[in-house]
C-alpha cells in the first residue's frame, strides 16, 4: 500500500502533596515529607524527557513506559493522542515519549523492520538508540528491571515488535496499535517470552488488518508485513502458548464505535498455557480505522495489561 502522509497521526492530528503537619503535643520532631523527584533528561544528541510520578521513591524500583510516535507524528503528538501521561502518572510509572529521527521528507520514523519505516534505507539503528535511552533512564533513576514496558503506535507499533525481539531479556511487554511484526518469523529470536497486546481495526487501510505492504511516493515497495492474527499466532509460539480462546468481554478502545449499543467495541482473543513471562492477546476493533478516536477508558484497559504482565 503506497503512503499518503503517515502512518500514524496526521500533522494535523498532532497538537500540539503535603503531609498532615505534626500535632504540637508529639514530642518528636515530625520527618520532612519526601521532595518530588523532578523529571529529567536523557538520549544525549536525541534527548527524551523522563516524566517522574509524584508517588517516586528511589527506593522502590518503578516501573517504566516508553511510547513510540507513528510515522510522521512526534512523541509528544503521540501522548496527546493516547493521553496515557495522567494514568502512567497515577500509577507511578516513569514515562518517557521519544522521538525518531527524520527521513528526506521530513517525517520522523523509526527503522523497526524491513518493513516499515526507513523508507530512505538509511539504516539508522534505533534499536542501539532506545536500548540506550532504557539504559540512561536505569542509571539515573530507579528502575524496575521486571517492569519495562513499550506502547506503539503503527510505526512505533513495528518498532514495539523490533525491541521485543532485540531485547526480550530486558523488555516485559509491549502494546501495538496497528503495528506488526517480522514477517519472516527467523527475523525474530526473542531470548525468553515477552507480553504482547496487539489492536489492530478491521477496517485499517494504512496497515491491513490482513497484512500488505508499504511504499512512499515513487520509491520501491517495503517487504510485506504480516496481519494482526499472523502476528499474534507467531508471537503464541515464541511465547510457547497453547491454543486460543475468544474471550466473553470487549474493550472500548474508539469512542467513535459501539456494538448494540455498548461503548466496548473490541473482542478479545487469548492465548493460554503461555511460558512465564510470556502472555498474547489480540483485542479486535471491528470497522476501526487507523487512528481511532481513542476512548477515555483506553490508558487504563492498555496499562492493566501491562501491569498483569511483569517478568517472572
Known amino acids: 500500500m503506497r503512503i499518503r502522509a ?29 521532595s518530588r523527584v523532578a523529571d529529567i533528561v536523557v538520549g544525549g544528541d536525541r534527548p527524551v ?7 517516586y521513591d528511589p527506593g522502590k524500583p518503578a516501573p517504566l513506559l516508553i511510547l513510540l510516535h507513528g510515522y510522521s507524528s512526534t512523541g509528544g503528538g503521540h501522548d496527546q493522542y493516547f493521553h496515557l501521561g495522567p494514568a502512567a502518572m497515577q500509577r507511578g510509572f516513569l514515562y518517557a515519549y521519544p522521538d525518531g529521527t527524520r527521513d528526506t521528507s521530513g517525517n520522523q520514523f523509526w527503522s523497526a523492520t524491513d518493513a516499515c519505516c526507513d523508507f530512505d534505507r538509511s539504516g539508522v539503528n534505533d534499536v542501539a538508540y532506545l536500548d540506550g535511552v532504557i539504559s540512561a533512564i536505569e542509571a539515573a533513576l530507579s528502575v524496575d528491571p521486571k517492569r519495562i514496558d513499550l506502547i506503539g503506535h503503527s510505526n512505533g507499533g513495528f518498532m514495539s515488535y523490533r525491541m521485543a525481539c532485540t531485547h526480550a531479556d530486558r523488555i516485559a511487554a509491549i502494546v501495538s496499535l496497528a503495528g506488526a511484526t517480522f514477517a519472516n518469523p527467523a ?5 525468553e517470552p515477552v507480553a504482547v497486546l496487539q489492536i489492530h481495526g478491521t477496517a485499517d487501510d494504512t496497515i491491513a488488518f490482513k497484512g500488505g505492504t508499504l511504499q512512499a511516493g515513487s520509491g520501491p515497495p ?13 508471537w503464541a509460539r515464541y511465547d510457547g502458548c497453547g491454543d486460543p480462546v475468544v474471550v466473553d468481554q470487549r474493550v472500548d478502545v474508539d469512542a467513535d464505535i459501539s456494538v448494540a449499543g455498548n ?18 492477546e489480540l483485542w479486535t476493533v471491528p470497522n476501526g480505522n487507523h487512528v481511532p478516536n481513542i476512548s477515555a477508558s483506553f490508558p487504563d484497559a492498555a496499562l492493566d495489561f501491562l501491569e498483569a504482565h511483569p517478568k517472572p
Open 263 to 280: 461503548p466496548a467495541e473490541a473482542t478479545v482473543k487469548r492465548w493460554t498455557g503461555c511460558q512465564p513471562g510470556g502472555a498474547v
Open 6 to 34: 503517515i502512518l500514524g497521526l496526521s500533522t494535523a492530528l498532532v497538537v500540539a502533596c503535603s503531609g498532615t503537619p505534626t500535632p504540637p503535643s508529639v514530642q518528636a520532631s515530625p520527618s520532612p515529607a519526601p
Open 49 to 55: 524527557t523522563v516524566h517522574v510520578p509524584p508517588s
Open 187 to 191: 527475523d525474530c529470536g526473542p531470548s
Open 222 to 234: 517495503m517487504s510485506s508485513y504480516p496481519g494482526a492474527e499472523q502476528t499474534v499466532s507467531t
